[in-house]
């Protein structure tokens, strides 16, 4: 879905006229109505509110144009709903409500989540511990959080 459709759709679905949805964000109806035709679209700081204000990733917003992977254990994060969250509430793209929570990771160390994943994950090869950790070990070093 298009930035212009998923803001349209966002606001239709908070039973939000351009007028009410324009006092919330504190930009004229004209804005809406440009943002809803394609023609213009909103600036940094109103997309951060528009997240805030609606409870949906910028990412979301945007109409999903980049696949968000978690940098701490690489689960793809294709719903808000499991994206992690700052303190303040805000989304933190870049990691999943696992790994990452109200500012706070919850693996102190690549060892530890190294042993989480040798523990929970399925073995379908049926390959020694010792060769799982080296994969996970391979995958999770290109990863920002652990380079």
Same mark, same amino acid.
Request: glycine letters at 4%; charged letters at 30%; one cysteine or more.
């Given at each position: 879905m $298009?930035?212009? $459709?998923m803001l349209k759709k966002l606001r239709e679905n908070n039973n939000l006229t351009q007028e009410q949805m324009a006092e919330r964000l504190m930009v004229t109806r004209q804005a809406i109505s440009r943002w809803e035709n394609g023609e213009t679209q909103?600036?940094?700081?109103?997309?951060?509110?528009? %997240?805030r204000e609606f409870n949906? #990733?910028?990412n979301t917003?945007?109409? #999903?144009p980049r696949q968000l992977i978690c940098q701490c254990c690489g689960m793809p994060l294709n719903e808000d709903s499991i994206i %992690?969250? $700052?303190k303040d509430g805000s989304y933190n793209e870049d990691y999943c409500k696992w790994c990452y929570e109200e500012g706070e990771f919850a693996y102190k160390s690549k060892e530890g989540l190294l042993d989480y994943l040798v523990g929970n994950m399925p073995n379908p090869e049926n390959?020694?511990? $010792?060769e799982r950790r080296s994969q996970f070990d391979s995958y999770l070093s290109q990863l920002?959080?652990?380079k």
């Amino acid at each position: 879905m $298009e930035m212009q $459709e998923m803001l349209k759709k966002l606001r239709e679905n908070n039973n939000l006229t351009q007028e009410q949805m324009a006092e919330r964000l504190m930009v004229t109806r004209q804005a809406i109505s440009r943002w809803e035709n394609g023609e213009t679209q909103p600036n940094t700081e109103t997309l951060k509110l528009l %997240s805030r204000e609606f409870n949906v #990733s910028i990412n979301t917003l945007l109409g #999903s144009p980049r696949q968000l992977i978690c940098q701490c254990c690489g689960m793809p994060l294709n719903e808000d709903s499991i994206i %992690s969250r $700052e303190k303040d509430g805000s989304y933190n793209e870049d990691y999943c409500k696992w790994c990452y929570e109200e500012g706070e990771f919850a693996y102190k160390s690549k060892e530890g989540l190294l042993d989480y994943l040798v523990g929970n994950m399925p073995n379908p090869e049926n390959l020694k511990d $010792e060769e799982r950790r080296s994969q996970f070990d391979s995958y999770l070093s290109q990863l920002k959080h652990w380079k």
